[in-house]
């Protein structure tokens, strides 16, 4: 029986999705991004999931799209084909917290699926690279200036050079870069961070940050999840128990 091309687990609140494809490097093809798609839209609808990891294999994050079958489709004239494309996609479409946990080489379609998710994290290991210039095609150009900024976006585009971890948490590309051996840890804390809050907030909060970095109304939107959210049993929940904590000194 063949392995799956995606693992998911959920346990704590954190919905994890490994990518197994760990021969090719967890290239994308139309199975494997299939796979991504199918996996987000469980946990999506999936109320014990409050936060997403998505994590490579083997020390590999994702080598980008497969090129064996992204070339037999160009020949065909295709032009619409890019399951890495729609598995990116999807992965930035759902509403709640997402963070990559990046080991290894994320380049290509895998640095796009990184730069789609909240936040990054990755090992000393981790390589990201947006080669799309070299490939005759636009990588990452819409998503990459809102992290690092554009001058900097159009260097790594234009030239498709290799970028380190450290490189990658001095610009902003990663929220952290850490040694191999506290990696897991790293990843773990910060998603049980997150796991710990509110569902409902952190849906309101990321859908009010997206809207703020793409020029939305962000300061209605939090004055409307404010007037939402404020009174209401998780607020109420919340509130006390964060109360008890302060009164009794815990």
Not at 132 to 155: N, R, T
């Amino acid at each position: 029986m063949a392995e799956p091309l995606v693992v998911t687990t959920v346990a704590g609140g954190v919905g994890r999705l490994r990518l197994n494809r760990a021969d090719k490097r967890n290239a994308i093809t139309t199975e494997l991004g299939a796979a991504i798609a199918e996996a987000m839209v469980a946990f999506d609808e999936d109320d014990a999931v409050v936060v997403i990891v998505i994590e490579g294999t083997d020390g590999s994050f994702c080598a980008g799209a497969d090129m064996a079958e992204a070339n037999a489709e160009n020949l065909k004239g295709n032009r619409r084909f890019d399951p890495a494309a729609r598995a990116a996609a999807r992965v930035a479409a759902t509403p709640k917290p997402i963070i990559a946990a990046v080991d290894g080489p994320a380049y290509g379609a895998g640095a796009l699926i990184a730069c789609s998710c909240d936040i990054r994290i990755a090992s000393e290991r981790a390589r990201f690279r947006f080669p799309g210039s070299e490939y005759g095609l636009v990588v990452g150009a819409a998503a990459l200036p809102k992290i690092v900024g554009g001058p900097l976006a159009k260097e790594l585009i234009f030239t498709g050079r290799v970028v380190g971890a450290e490189e990658a948490a001095r610009a902003g590309l990663v929220n952290r870069a850490v040694p191999l051996a506290e990696f897991a840890g790293a990843v773990d804390e910060v998603a049980n961070a997150i796991a710990a809050a509110s569902p409902l907030a952190l849906r309101w909060g990321k859908q009010t940050i997206d809207a703020s970095v793409n020029g939305g109304d962000a300061r209605g939107l939090e004055q409307q999840a404010d007037q939402l959210l404020r009174g209401g049993p998780d607020h109420i929940a919340r509130f006390a128990q964060a109360t008890r904590r302060i009164v009794g000194g815990s």
